[in-house]
């Protein structure tokens, strides 16, 4: 009908009904990927992308970006934002490594996606655990932010650093990793818990006196637009980021092979595989946001190095390591494969590169397991357990 859009769910491609009609308009759709599809008054075959997200202001607005990027490549497709909040976003009285559960900010964006609720959802690719539920999988890391993490002072100590905040000064941070790392390297400071979305942990350093400095993601905060609040970048030698930190990824459904071939153009091919490196190393060692691992990688003339560490809780006992491998994929033709590496599908890297990534990160891991790193990592869980 001329002036109207026809909307139509696709809830089961094996309906020959939905199959004759699709037929009758000329429109075409993949056999494995159920999807929203519209024909507009001008007689053009549009989509509706659903994407989901947690509701939190920077979830909100690394989600937009995503949307822009899909949209600038896509612009006949039509995207409806999906916020909920998840169980991370719910419990902010407890530490997140005390919590127990290993998809805090994933589970129900998950849950959407498997309910066919979503097609897509936007993620802090830290958040998400090394090994997905069946059926899903990472289509796009994007360019990666910085990956460091920031210090933000108490407006009354501008201009002072953590070396030279007075002593017993106490830091805000909600990560095992972190304090471990600082806890080491600054030995006159005093770690504590904060928890709550960006918005909520500045706000309570700023109108309290519990805190002389938090310590946050600088990635975060670049994309919030506040990047005047951070007062120092921690490099590596102070502290080490966490897996994934700085990225964002977006997961989908694997059998949906157009979703994946529309997101799959997002990739940043550096990003992918320093992300897959870190991310095997993290599996490979078992470990989470409950026991204290750090990374750093880097690219340069096509060799991938990655540095790796685990600390105890107080970081008084650690164990760090560094290896690199080449990922320059040479004079090799390869061609698209289904195959996923630590999660993450790209058939634009490649595959050469990707699997030399994943055995960086294994064979990395298994140095540090060869010289007591499970040990390390078992005390440093039983102890955060049983605090």
């Known amino acids: 009908m001329l002036g109207r859009t026809l909307i139509l769910r696709i809830l089961s491609v094996r309906d020959r009904h939905i199959h004759r009609l699709l037929k009758l308009r000329n429109w075409r759709l993949c056999p494995r990927c159920p999807t929203v599809v519209f024909k507009d008054g001008n007689g053009t075959v ?13 979830a909100r607005i690394q989600t937009d970006y995503v949307a822009e990027k899909l949209k600038t490549l896509y612009p ?15 419990i902010l009285d407890t ?9 805090l900010f994933t589970k129900e964006l998950e849950n959407a996606l498997e309910r066919n609720e979503v097609d897509l959802v936007v993620h802090s690719l830290k958040d998400l655990p090394t090994t997905l539920p069946n059926g899903f999988t990472i289509g796009a890391v994007l360019q990666r932010e910085s990956p460091h993490d920031a210090v933000v002072l108490h407006p009354k100590n501008s201009g002072l650093t953590l ?35 960006l918005n909520t942990r500045l706000k309570k350093l700023d109108e309290k006196e519990d805190y002389a400095a938090i ?3 600088a990635a975060g905060l670049k994309r919030m637009g506040w990047e005047a609040r951070v007062s120092q970048v921690l490099g590596p030698e102070d502290c080490m980021y966490a897996v994934g930190q700085g990225a964002l990824a977006v997961e989908v459904r694997a059998r949906d092979c157009d979703i994946l071939e529309m997101v799959s153009t997002l990739h940043h091919s550096e990003t ?26 880097e690219v340069k003339d096509s060799v991938l190095s990655l540095t790796g560490a685990v600390y105890s809780l107080d970081g008084a006992d650690s164990l760090k390591e560094a290896m690199e491998t080449s990922v320059d994929p040479g004079n090799k033709l390869e061609s698209a494969a289904d195959i996923q590496h630590v999660g993450v599908t790209a058939h634009n890297v490649p595959q050469c590169a990707q699997v030399a990534a994943e055995k960086l990160g294994v064979d990395l891991a298994n140095l540090l397991l060869s010289k007591g790193a499970m040990e390390i990592l078992t005390t440093a869980r039983k102890l955060n357990d049983a605090r």
Do not use: W, Y
């Open 163 to 197: 070396d030279t905040l007075p002593d017993g000064s106490v830091i805000g941070t909600s990560s095992l990793r972190r304090a471990a790392q600082l806890k080491k390297r600054f030995p006159h400071l005093e770690f504590k818990d904060i928890r709550g979305n």
């Open 95 to 103: 530490a997140l490594s005390k919590i127990g559960e290993k998809s």
């Open 46 to 58: 549009n989509r509706v992308i659903r994407m989901g997200t947690r509701k939190s202001q920077l």
């Open 76 to 90: 006949d497709v039509h995207l409806e934002i999906v916020a909920m909040s998840t169980i991370g976003d719910k």
């Open 272 to 297: 992918v595989l320093r992300c897959i490196a870190e991310r095997a190393f993290l599996r490979r060692l078992e470990g989470g946001c409950s026991v204290p691992v750090a990374v750093n990688t």
């Open 215 to 217: 310590i946050l993601a």
